[in-house]
Every structure is written in structure tokens, then in C-alpha cells.
């Protein structure tokens, strides 16, 4: 039986076919990542009115959170030199921590790395890591320096020369060493008490800083989203978050023991941030594009920028100096209750990372 020869057009037809079959389609999926969303969760209409209800409701738990550490002088064991305020304060610690690293960290990694941005440079360089490791180490340069200019400048950390022991004539130098030691002794302690009241200064000072950038770019994002079901979900997130971390950086504004209009103006500006972020991006709404590449790089950056300070003073600020401070080295006990809560807190946190 004699086989009819194969026309060129046939054998390329069947060889195009088999490439269709064989080899998976190209995933084109830059033009769809980008453009509006849509589905039957899209509803501007219906969004506008749990953007409100989000900005109250963010709005009260924030100052709820931020304002209960400052009124607890007249609890007395929720006063900063007990056990139970060292133990709330880690569990806030933990939340802060688990802020850096379970939500905006990754937040700015799916940002740098969309395909709505080009291939070069940021497919290839890891932008977030790079941006967070100097964020962190800025934040440290601005702690060192900023604890050195605030302890010069109230003559912090130095003794008088009569109290030194530097006196001229063997007499004044007898009285120092004799009648003069619990005076030195006490001097120095409080020497130390305000080196220390300088520490907690810059600490709340640092933190709130980096705890206001990433408000207003979280509230950005929810403000500018008409997607309903994570809305939603982002609502309530968002109270937890900040109730627990205003709890964090109340008690490091009670501890710096700032003068009420101090106090009150850092509160608000806690407490303030994500609601006004929220009212931003419903403004911005109609230009504000979550996938467009402007939008893509500059809370990317940010967001990578915010998890290094963040994880910095949670660790360093915060746990570090908790954990290795006088009180908890005199008490494993209250070692391990602390750890207990810290966990629990990057715990919590870190279960809120599947809806927000």
C-alpha cells in the first residue's frame, strides 16, 4: 500500500498542533494584574460607607489603645515599675514585631516584585530587603545620635568636679571619701535614672515615627479600595492592630514621662494617622491606582522602609532592652511570662496576616 505524501502546509499544521498540546500556554497575566478591580466584590457604592465606618472605628480604638497606658498611675499594678506592666508592654512588643514582619514586610515584596513593574531594575534586585536593611540601620544611626545631642544637651551622664572627687586641698578630698560617699553614690544613680529617661525619650520619639508612616500608607490603601470583601476583613484587623499597638507605644510614652500637651499631641498623631489616611485615599480614589507602577513603587518603598524601622525597635528598643534591662535579669520567672507574651502578641499578629 503506497502512502500519499504530506503537503508542507499539512505537516506544519499538525506540527503547530503538537506544540499547542505539548507545551503550556505563556501566562500573560501583567495586562490583567493591572488593570481596575472587578467582580461581584467590586461596589464603590456600597464601599464608600464601610470606609467611614472604618475611619470611626479605627479612629476610637486608636485612642483607646494609645491613651491606656497613660492613665494607669491610677491603677497601681498596672504602674511601669511592675511585673504587669513589663508583661503587656512585651505582648505589645510582639505585635510590633509581627506588624514588621508578617504584614508590611511582605506587603512591599508582592509591591516590587508585580508584574505591572518592569523586568529592569526591579525583577532584578531584591529592592524590599535592600530598602529595609538601611532603613534599619538608619534608624539606628538616628537613635545613637539622637540619644548623644538629647543627653549633651541636658547635661546628661556627667558629674559636677565638686562631687567628682576633683577638689583642691587634702581636706575637701577627706570630706569626699567619708562624709561625702552617699551623696556621690546618690548622684550617680541619678545619673543613671536620667540617662535612661533620655533612652525612653528617643524611643517613643522614634517609634511613633515609624508607626505614622505605615498608618497612612495602610489607611491609603484602604481608603483608595472599593473591594468589599476586603474592606471587611481589613476593618477589623485594623482595630486590633492598632488598639494593641498604641498600647506598645503608650506605655514607651508613659515611661518617657513627657508634660500632658507632650503626650496628648503624640497620642493624636497616633491615633490620628490612619483615619486621615483612609480620608486621603477616598479623595484620591479616582486618580489613586493600587496597580499602577507609580503607586506600586512608592508604597513599596515605604513599606519596606516602615518594616525596617519597625522591626528594629521592636527587637532592639523594645525586647532588647526589656529582656537584658536590670528587672528581668533579676527574675527568670518573669523572663519567661514575658516571652510568653511576646508570642502570644507576634502570634495574634501573625494569624491576622490571612485577612489583612
Same mark, same amino acid.
Given at each position: 500500500?503506497?502512502?500519499?505524501?504530506?503537503?508542507?502546509?499539512?505537516?506544519?499544521?499538525?506540527? !503547530?498542533?503538537? %506544540?499547542?498540546?505539548?507545551?503550556?500556554?505563556?501566562?500573560?497575566?501583567?495586562?490583567?494584574?493591572? +488593570?481596575?478591580?472587578?467582580?461581584?466584590?467590586?461596589?464603590?457604592?456600597?464601599?464608600?460607607?464601610?470606609?467611614?465606618?472604618?475611619?470611626? @472605628?479605627?479612629?476610637?480604638?486608636?485612642?483607646?489603645?494609645?491613651?491606656?497606658?497613660?492613665?494607669?498611675?491610677?491603677?497601681?499594678?498596672?504602674?511601669?515599675?511592675?511585673? !504587669?506592666?513589663?508583661?503587656?508592654?512585651?505582648?505589645?512588643?510582639?505585635?510590633?514585631?509581627?506588624?514588621?514582619?508578617?504584614?508590611?514586610?511582605?506587603?512591599?515584596?508582592?509591591?516590587?516584585?508585580? =508584574?505591572?513593574?518592569?523586568?529592569?531594575?526591579?525583577?532584578?534586585?531584591?529592592? +524590599?530587603?535592600?530598602?529595609?536593611?538601611?532603613?534599619? $540601620?538608619? +534608624?539606628?544611626? /538616628?537613635?545613637?545620635?539622637?540619644?548623644?545631642?538629647?543627653?549633651?544637651?541636658?547635661?546628661?551622664?556627667? $558629674?559636677?568636679?565638686?562631687?567628682?572627687?576633683?577638689?583642691?586641698?587634702?581636706? =575637701?578630698?577627706?570630706?569626699?571619701?567619708?562624709?561625702?560617699?552617699?551623696?556621690?553614690?546618690?548622684?550617680?544613680?541619678?545619673?543613671?535614672?536620667?540617662?535612661?529617661?533620655?533612652?525612653?525619650?528617643?524611643?517613643?520619639?522614634?517609634?511613633? !515615627?515609624?508607626?505614622?508612616?505605615?498608618? /497612612?500608607?495602610?489607611?491609603?490603601?484602604?481608603?483608595?479600595?472599593?473591594?468589599?470583601?476586603?474592606?471587611?476583613?481589613?476593618?477589623?484587623?485594623?482595630?486590633?492592630? =492598632?488598639?494593641?499597638?498604641?498600647?506598645?507605644?503608650?506605655?514607651?510614652?508613659?515611661?518617657?514621662? %513627657?508634660?500632658?500637651?507632650?503626650?496628648?499631641?503624640?497620642?493624636?498623631?497616633?491615633?490620628?494617622?490612619?483615619?486621615?489616611?483612609?480620608?486621603?485615599?477616598?479623595?484620591?480614589?479616582?486618580?489613586?491606582?493600587?496597580?499602577?507602577?507609580?503607586?506600586?513603587?512608592?508604597?513599596? $518603598?515605604?513599606?519596606?522602609?516602615?518594616?525596617?524601622? !519597625?522591626?528594629?525597635?521592636? *527587637?532592639?528598643?523594645?525586647?532588647? @532592652?526589656?529582656?537584658?534591662?536590670?528587672?528581668?535579669?533579676?527574675?527568670?520567672?518573669? =523572663?519567661?511570662?514575658?516571652?510568653?507574651?511576646?508570642? *502570644?502578641?507576634?502570634?495574634?499578629?501573625?494569624?491576622?496576616?490571612?485577612?489583612?
Amino acid at each position: 500500500m503506497s502512502t500519499l505524501p504530506l503537503k508542507p502546509a499539512t505537516v506544519l499544521f499538525l506540527l !503547530l498542533l503538537t %506544540f499547542s498540546l505539548v507545551v503550556p500556554p505563556a501566562l500573560s497575566v501583567a495586562p490583567e494584574e493591572c +488593570t481596575e478591580d472587578s467582580g461581584d466584590c467590586v461596589n464603590k457604592a456600597k464601599a464608600l460607607p464601610l470606609k467611614i465606618i472604618a475611619i470611626a @472605628s479605627i479612629l476610637i480604638t486608636s485612642v483607646i489603645g494609645v491613651c491606656a497606658p497613660l492613665f494607669t498611675h491610677s491603677i497601681p499594678a498596672l504602674h511601669p515599675d511592675r511585673d !504587669l506592666f513589663v508583661i503587656i508592654k512585651c505582648f505589645a512588643a510582639g505585635i510590633i514585631l509581627a506588624t514588621g514582619f508578617m504584614h508590611v514586610l511582605p506587603d512591599s515584596f508582592d509591591m516590587l516584585s508585580s =508584574q505591572c513593574l518592569p523586568e529592569v531594575p526591579w525583577h532584578k534586585f531584591p529592592f +524590599t530587603g535592600f530598602v529595609a536593611m538601611l532603613s534599619a $540601620l538608619v +534608624t539606628m544611626m /538616628v537613635d545613637s545620635i539622637s540619644t548623644s545631642v538629647y543627653s549633651r544637651k541636658n547635661n546628661v551622664g556627667s $558629674l559636677p568636679d565638686s562631687e567628682s572627687g576633683k577638689g583642691s586641698g587634702s581636706g =575637701q578630698e577627706v570630706t569626699v571619701v567619708t562624709a561625702g560617699h552617699s551623696h556621690i553614690h546618690g548622684h550617680l544613680h541619678e545619673v543613671a535614672a536620667s540617662s535612661q529617661l533620655v533612652r525612653y525619650r528617643v524611643v517613643a520619639m522614634v517609634l511613633e !515615627l515609624g508607626i505614622v508612616v505605615h498608618s /497612612v500608607v495602610i489607611g491609603l490603601g484602604l481608603g483608595a479600595s472599593n473591594n468589599v470583601c476586603t474592606i471587611r476583613g481589613l476593618v477589623a484587623a485594623l482595630c486590633f492592630h =492598632q488598639m494593641f499597638e498604641g498600647m506598645g507605644l503608650g506605655g514607651c510614652i508613659l515611661q518617657a514621662e %513627657f508634660n500632658w500637651p507632650k503626650k496628648l499631641v503624640m497620642a493624636f498623631f497616633f491615633a490620628a494617622t490612619t483615619p486621615f489616611g483612609i480620608a486621603l485615599g477616598i479623595l484620591l480614589s479616582r486618580l489613586y491606582r493600587e496597580n499602577s507602577p507609580n503607586a506600586l513603587i512608592t508604597v513599596g $518603598l515605604l513599606n519596606a522602609a516602615s518594616a525596617g524601622l !519597625l522591626i528594629y525597635m521592636a *527587637l532592639v528598643d523594645l525586647l532588647a @532592652s526589656d529582656f537584658m534591662g536590670p528587672k528581668l535579669q533579676r527574675s527568670i520567672k518573669l =523572663q519567661i511570662k514575658s516571652y510568653a507574651a511576646a508570642l *502570644l502578641g507576634a502570634g495574634g499578629m501573625s494569624i491576622l496576616a490571612k485577612w489583612a
